[in-house]
């Protein structure tokens, strides 16, 4: 299979990018009707690499790409079969954006891979992003909230100790989703955690819960321990990475929700730390 240099995107535009050619050679041959991971990464990671995310106004500081995907995964049952690469942003030693870009089949075509961006911000403050090449404007209004964890114990001294309590925490939060019919899917926590990272103000944990068919994380779980006033609080965040209403329990109770809304859609949240969009019409060659 090749990629192919031509790709259009929702309202008809085409573009000629001058890595096309590049692309191509880099995508392995597939044959049938399964587009592999493996074939669709080669563009999902250029379309992250078209984002410069500011972490001010005046573009003067840029986030830092981790230009291999954190996770890969796919969905069989959506959309006639989902194939994504999850990438993050670093703000120095911690992470700041997180987003996936996954292809499906359009129309059922797999010849026709029609593109989607899915974003969330990480970062306490509000970034810039910036994007000349994709087919809509993410503009994050705030940055993303942090909740308090009640657990009153110190945290461990030792790497080792606080990530087996960064995945005991993990452990206590439970997920679903709904989705437009009103049916219930139940989320499981990926066994082993997407990433760690440790500075002098903070360290934590990322976490996916993912569907019940594949491997689509819906849901990610920061879960970190922060220093305030000398002291370290545990706290966590949660990122909402899917179309459908979500929910977060710990301990039998409900702790976070995205509920549906006219500010809530499932394009974006209340203040568009969440975005998602369908981008360009990738034309494959798929060989018998």
């Not at 461990?156 to 606080?162: G, H």
Request: glycine share 6%.
């Amino acid at each position: 299979m090749q990629a192919s240099p031509r790709r259009t995107n929702c309202c008809g535009m085409v573009w000629i990018p001058a890595l096309g050619l590049a692309m191509a050679a880099g995508v392995p041959p597939v044959s049938g009707q399964t587009i592999s991971a493996e074939a669709m990464f080669p563009i999902h990671q250029e379309a992250a690499k078209d984002y410069k995310i500011y972490t001010t106004e005046r573009r003067d500081e840029t986030l830092q790409l981790n230009e291999q995907p954190l996770f890969v995964w796919t969905n069989p049952r959506r959309a006639r079969g989902q194939v994504g690469h999850l990438f993050v942003w670093m703000d120095g030693k911690y992470p700041a954006v997180v987003g996936t870009f996954f292809s499906f089949p359009w129309q059922g075509n797999p010849a026709q891979q029609r593109l989607v961006h899915e974003l969330h911000a990480l970062a306490e403050s509000q970034i810039f992003p910036v994007n000349d090449n994709a087919v809509q404007k993410w503009a994050p209004k705030a940055g993303t909230d942090f909740f308090p964890l009640p657990v009153l114990e110190d945290v461990p001294e030792t790497a080792s100790r606080r990530l087996l309590r960064l995945r005991q925490l993990a452990r206590s939060f439970g997920a679903h989703t709904v989705d437009r019919d009103g049916n219930r899917w139940d989320l499981r926590l990926l066994g082993k955690e997407l990433m760690t990272y440790d500075g002098p103000e903070r360290m934590g944990a990322m976490f996916a819960m993912l569907g019940d068919v594949g491997a689509d994380p819906e849901l990610l779980l920061l879960i970190e321990a922060k220093r305030h006033d000398g002291d370290w609080q545990w706290r966590f965040a949660p990122i909402r990475m899917t179309d459908q209403e979500i929910f977060l329990n710990s301990g039998g109770q409900e702790v976070w929700a995205s509920v549906r809304s006219e500010t809530n859609t499932i394009f974006y949240n209340d203040d568009h730390t969440y975005f998602r969009f369908q981008d360009a019409l990738h034309q494959l060659s798929v060989t018998p």
